[in-house]
């Protein structure tokens, strides 16, 4: 993965944060603490490890602990969509079309993890191909 890519990476994580964090603070308030706070600690996880794989030189361990919050941050956000916190607005149930909202909230939030994991599985191919280049 070059520098340009990671930079992509990095701006991707950006988005998915701006609208992670709008759309947590929407949470019912007795999940400000749990699942809420799970789920930003995932996130923030998963930056933390963009960060050490970007600048380690071996990077499969990196990239492995990448890869395992990066399904554990997919987990938690559809599991707060299966239990409806994605309807709410300013800690209560929203009164207009809950479910369209919490639709639209969850596939915004999905959509933008499925990128994250995508660029992190492409960096692990090439990552895997520069190893077998390099033992050649």
Do not use: C
């Not at 930079?7 to 007795?30: C, G, S, V």
């Not at 499969?60 to 409806?84: C, F, I, P, S, Y």
């Not at 499925?114 to 033992?135: N, P, S």
């Amino acid at each position: 993965m070059g520098l340009h890519d990671e930079a992509k990476l990095d701006q991707k994580f950006m988005e998915f944060a701006k609208l992670m964090t709008i759309y947590l603070n929407h949470f019912p308030k007795h999940e400000k603490y749990g699942l809420a706070l799970e789920i930003r600690r995932a996130a923030y996880d998963v930056y933390s490890f963009i960060v050490e794989a970007q600048k380690r030189y071996h990077k499969k361990t990196a990239l492995t602990n990448l890869d395992v919050r990066h399904e554990q941050l997919r987990m938690l956000v559809r599991l707060a969509h299966t239990l409806g916190y994605f309807e709410f607005k300013e800690g209560k149930r929203a009164e207009k079309t809950p479910v369209a909202t919490g639709e639209h909230r969850y596939l915004a939030l999905s959509r933008l993890i499925d990128e994250l994991g995508r660029m992190v599985g492409g960096w692990i191919v090439a990552d895997r191909q520069l190893d077998k280049r390099e033992a050649s």
